[in-house]
């Protein structure tokens, strides 16, 4: 059974980048019609689309973060990445990494997520 | 960027009541590709429905989803005591930028 899981610092100060990793275990994260993605969710709001990326490297962002924004695989390590930098006290979330099995399919498999709190 | 409104904001009901969601697209959603979670405090969402009438794999067939366009609706036939939880909608067209709508929550009359 495919299983996500995220993890980074808990903590980062403001201006600084925040960086997450999700590890895929129990399947290929090169599967050729997979694509993963990041969610984020603030305190007690909705969900928010950060991004995605297909096992190729090609990417797709969100237009409110995307000049913050940066999504990267690692398929050596089944393992695939996100960098968001200049963070400020709106950037406290839950961040979830999950899975698409192809572009027509929503998220289907979800990582627990993990609290990343913005404050110095 | 397709904008989904979801309604009610908050949805009073008993178990066994009916409970039906909405979400409203601003622009039509390509190809029906229209989903909807579920979410429980400290959980991460779970996939209830996907091309907007699909129940994903070991979704009860109490819920159910419809809708095509810019109007979609999940129907909860009868609420179990564990279907109290906020459901969002969320539009993942051709388009990269996908989105989800606000939420609707689910509560215990």
């Known amino acids: 059974q495919l299983q996500l899981q995220e993890s980074g610092p808990g903590l980062v100060k403001p201006s600084e980048t925040l960086s997450l990793t999700c590890t895929v275990s129990g399947g290929s994260i090169s599967s050729t019609t997979y694509y993963w993605g990041w969610i984020r969710q603030p305190p007690g709001k909705g969900l928010e689309w950060i991004g995605s990326?297909?096992?190729?490297?090609?990417?797709y962002y969100g237009p409110s973060l995307k000049s913050r924004v940066t999504i990267s695989v690692d398929t050596s390590k089944n393992q695939f990445s996100l960098k968001l930098s200049s963070v400020t006290a709106t950037d406290t979330a839950v961040y979830y990494c999950a899975r698409r099995i192809w572009s027509g399919y929503p998220f289907d498999n979800w990582g627990q997520g993990t609290l990343v709190t913005v404050s110095s | 960027e397709i904008v989904l409104t979801q309604s009610p904001g908050t949805l009073s009901l008993s178990p066994g009541e009916r409970a039906t969601l909405s979400c409203r697209a601003s622009q039509s959603v390509f190809a029906t590709y229209l989903a909807w979670y579920q979410q429980k405090p400290g959980q991460a969402p779970r996939l209830l429905i996907y091309?907007?009438?699909s129940r994903a794999t070991g979704i009860p067939d109490r819920f159910s989803g419809s809708g095509s366009g810019t109007d979609f609706t999940l129907t909860i036939s009868r609420l179990e005591p564990e279907d109290f939880a906020v459901y969002y909608c969320q539009q993942y067209d051709s388009s990269p930028a996908l989105t989800f709508g606000g939420g609707t929550k689910v509560e215990i009359k």
């Open positions: 091309g907007a009438s």
């Open positions: 990326i297909y096992y190729s490297g090609s990417t």
